[in-house]
Nanobody, 124 residues
């Protein structure tokens, strides 16, 4: 009963910034109670955890590779989660997926709902 749609991907030069959005729809209580996360997958690579945020927005978690550069946030009134990506590197290029979990975490199998993904390309 939860649907997720990502947007905001595109082409950016190394060192630039992008802001990804994930619009969620479904039963309000279910959306509010869920932790949200961002994952990414590059061609030939495993899908990896990028960032996560608790239902209240009070707790955030980041992969070591993006700490200090990426910021996850959520606006529950708008049913939207964001990923602000600064100082982008070519290694950040991937399809970025928004996901929702009742428990949160960093593993793929902890997330019950997934969006279709949005492409981020970083040129060098």
């Amino acid at each position: 009963q939860v649907q997720l749609v990502e947007s905001g991907g595109g082409l950016v030069q190394a060192g630039g910034s992008l802001r990804l959005s994930c619009a969620a729809s479904g039963r309000t209580f279910s959306l509010y109670a869920m932790g949200m996360g961002w994952f990414r997958q590059a061609p030939g690579k495993e899908r990896e955890f990028v960032a996560g945020i608790s239902w209240s927005g009070g707790n955030t978690y980041y992969a070591d590779s993006v700490k200090g550069r990426f910021t996850i946030s959520r606006d529950n009134a708008k049913n939207t989660v964001y990923l602000q990506m600064n100082s982008l590197k070519p290694d950040d290029a991937a399809v970025y997926y928004c996901a929702a979990s009742y428990g949160g975490g960093t593993a793929r199998d902890e997330y019950a709902y997934w969006g279709q993904g949005t492409q981020v390309t970083v040129s060098s």
